[in-house]
């Protein structure tokens, strides 16, 4: 049994998970409340806020796994990417809780957490996935990634990103978008919940870099179509706010399936897996299942416990690590950037 830290973002995650992947507990605190007000997330804020619950959660994670921490095999914690003051609070309390009961330390990429997400088993595993064989093909989406990963194996090593956005992650579209339409922080979730009463041909949104060959992304260009009809029509409310939420979302979600299934017909890999936020919303899901399909692609979708930010996802990931080489010493750092290698560079394009 693996103990996962997560604190890279707002949430402040511990989960206990089996090497195997079965969640024994998984407890996230959001911050989302906390940060609302402003429109985002306020880094300062964010760290205050980690220091004072990364104590109960943790202990909660325990508790509610029944399990001590001599129990386990090994601390896996989430060191990059993210904000550096959040990542600071999840690094230091591990090693400290590695350190006094002499457990191994594993320091977590939370992209390569994102990605193998598909493999949690909850409950008791009736709800459980179907998980993919290696290689696969990963789209992960969130709030402030975006990418298709070609994924040989677990290891950072095996992991190759084929394409990702130029400019806003997909979340972050979503959040930009819904601050727009007046639906507060984070736009995501209520935009999805809103779309499923819209009209998706309402508002002929362009699609972003549709060019037939490309794995890359850009959304800024959608938002400030977004931006532009706001300003023209004034900020929609009824059934017309529907219309446009149900427009924006599927331009972006064609696009994302698309891409990802482009790249599996490329790659001559028959598999793909989605992970991340944004892989929690229904249309997305729905369109990467089908559009799979046609083209004899098996399609893997995590469970939506697993999509957003958690920490078995980061005890799972530590749990693999395990199995690759040796712990991390207690000089393991919080690092702002993914430790998977670039192949877009923002605002340019493919190296
Ligand atoms: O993975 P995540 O929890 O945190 C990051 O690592 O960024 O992703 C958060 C992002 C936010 O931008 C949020 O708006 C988006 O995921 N999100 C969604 C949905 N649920 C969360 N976007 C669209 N539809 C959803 N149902
Ligand atoms: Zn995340």
């Known amino acids: 049994m693996i103990l996962g830290i997560e604190s890279s ?10 090497r195997h992947g079965r969640v024994l507990s998984d407890v996230v605190h959001s911050q ?3 940060h609302a007000e402003h429109g985002g997330v306020v880094p300062e804020l964010a760290s205050r806020d980690h220091l004072r619950n990364i104590g109960p959660v943790v202990r909660q994670a325990l508790d509610a796994a029944g399990v001590a921490l001599a129990d386990l095999g090994g601390i896996a914690v989430t060191h990059r990417p993210g904000l550096v003051g ?7 309390a591990a090693k400290g809780l590695a350190w006094a009961a002499n457990k191994p330390l594993y320091g977590v990429d939370h992209l390569i957490g994102h990605i193998l997400s ?6 008791d595993g009736a709800n459980a996935p179907a998980t993919p064989a290696f290689p696969f093909i990963a789209l992960l989406v969130s709030g402030g990634h975006t990418a298709l990963y070609r994924v040989d194996g677990p290891s950072a090593d095996r992991i190759t990103e084929l394409g990702a956005t130029r400019d806003d992650a997909a979340g972050e579209a979503f959040d930009k978008v819904g601050k727009l339409l007046g639906l507060g922080y984070p736009g995501g979730p209520r935009i999805d919940a809103l ?5 998706p041909s309402a508002i002929p949104f362009s699609s972003p870099m549709a060019r037939r060959d490309s794995l890359e992304f850009s959304f800024s260009g959608l938002k400030t179509q977004v931006a532009q009809w706001v300003l023209r029509e004034g900020v929609p409310t009824g059934q017309r706010l529907a219309d446009v939420c149900a427009s924006f979302q599927a331009t972006v979600t064609e696009t994302l399936a698309k891409k990802l299934v482009r790249a599996a017909v490329q790659h001559e890999v028959p598999r793909v897996v989605i992970g991340g936020g944004v892989a929690a919303n229904r249309e997305l899901r729905e369109r990467v299942r089908s559009l799979a399909a046609k083209s004899g692609i098996e399609a893997f979708v995590p469970e939506l416990a697993s999509c957003t930010d958690n920490a078995a996802m980061i005890a799972y990931a530590g749990a693999l690590r395990a199995d690759q080489g040796p712990a991390d010493g207690w000089d393991l750092l919080a690092t702002s950037a993914t430790v998977l290698p670039r192949s877009t560079r923002k605002g340019r394009g493919i190296r």
Do not use: H, K, P, W
């Not at 973002?9 to 089996?18: G, N, P, Y």
């Not at 959040?86 to 230091?92: D, E, F, I, K, S």
């Open 118 to 123: 598909i493999f949690l088993v909850r409950g």
């Open 86 to 92: 959040a990542l600071l609070v999840g690094v230091q």
């Open 195 to 199: 779309a499923r009463e819209g009209d």
């Open 32 to 34: 989302v409340s906390l």
């Open 9 to 18: 973002c707002d949430e402040t995650a511990a989960a206990v998970v089996t």
